[in-house]
């Protein structure tokens, strides 16, 4: 099956914690482009509708994505490649400072005439930021009769403008949505004093057959019409936390490749709690080791059997 997503890429410049010696590191990224490079690194069929200047960095991140066999389709260039400096501190945790646009028009997504991914992945800032929201929107519900959709709100405070409203562009996407990542910080700041488990049931109401929620060192939490699992995170030494959400969702999309929307409302207990180990191995990985680098499928797979030994318990 093949995928489309549709979102950011970022340069990373990632910031060492003050007083450490160490150099900055410029690192390919942009949630989207994070999803689409972990499914290109899982040997999925991925294309990556996006926003790229022509400058260093651009190319940089584009020949990153096509490394994993991502094709990378340009949307229309910005004046230079958006950036993020990446700040983290002692425990490797990560803030960001940004400088992002995004104005992806609908009659700028170069997409073959035929084309049908089976999936569309949408996320991040240009799900929710003007004027080329408007647009991601438009080219998803144009294939949703076909694929099946996720997205990730990946929320990033500094950019998302008027509370009231920011929710409301998040609620519409999590509406057009059949399964939804947020992180429990993600959550917090949408829904302030909510729990993460009452604001993902508020989102199952809105229409998706799946919410799935990420808690760091906490683990997972993933709810459907008729089920709510939970999952430990397995135990690793973090480097940097950049990238561990996305190179969850694609975990999860490669897991649930091929699964329509009835099988997505039908998965049991058994089913979601392998699936939330199986995406926490992969963002385990991937903390493990500086920048968004997801692990690929050999990876994976070799992480999973030396968490399940550690553990005593199928990963």
């Known amino acids: 099956m093949s995928f489309l997503v549709i979102g950011e890429c970022v340069a990373d410049i990632v910031r060492a914690p003050a007083g450490s010696g160490a150099a900055d590191r410029v690192h390919p990224g942009g949630s989207p482009a994070n999803v689409a490079y972990g499914l290109g690194r899982l040997g999925r069929d991925v294309t990556l509708l996006t926003q790229l200047a022509d400058d260093p960095t651009g190319r940089l991140i584009a020949d990153h ?4 066999g991502v094709r990378v389709e340009i ?7 958006p950036s993020a400096v990446v700040g983290l501190d002692a425990h490797g945790q990560a803030a960001y400072t940004f400088d992002i646009t995004w104005t992806l028009e609908a009659d700028q997504a170069p997409l073959a005439p035929g084309f049908a991914p089976a999936h569309v992945h949408i996320g991040s800032i240009a799900a929710v ?9 438009a080219v998803t519900e144009r294939l949703r009769d076909r694929a099946t959709v996720s997205y990730d709100p990946n929320v990033r405070p500094e950019l998302m403008g008027d509370h009231a409203d920011a929710v409301r562009r998040v609620e519409r996407c999590v509406a057009l949505s059949d399964l939804v990542k947020a992180s429990d910080e993600d959550l917090a700041w949408l829904y302030p004093g909510e729990s993460p488990h009452t604001a993902a049931a508020h989102w199952l109401a809105l229409g998706p057959a799946v919410v799935l929620v990420t808690r760091g060192a906490a683990g997972s939490l993933a709810l459907t019409r ?10 690793v030494s973090v480097v940097d936390t950049v990238g561990a959400g996305d190179s969850f969702m694609s975990a999860v999309l490669d897991a649930l490749a091929g699964q329509g929307r009835e099988a997505l409302g039908g998965l049991g207990a058994a089913s ?7 995406a926490g191995a992969a963002a385990a990985v991937t903390v493990s080791r500086a920048g968004a680098q997801p692990p690929n499928r050999a990876e994976l797979d070799a992480a999973r059997e030396e968490f399940a030994l550690t553990s005593g318990r199928e990963w």
């Open 129 to 137: 930021t003007a004027p080329g929201s408007a647009a991601v929107l």
């Open 272 to 278: 979601l709690a392998g699936l939330l180990r199986r």
């Open 65 to 68: 994505l096509k490394g994993a």
């Open 226 to 235: 008729r089920e709510t699992v939970t999952a430990d995170a397995p135990p």
């Open 75 to 81: 949307g229309g260039a910005p004046a230079r490649t």
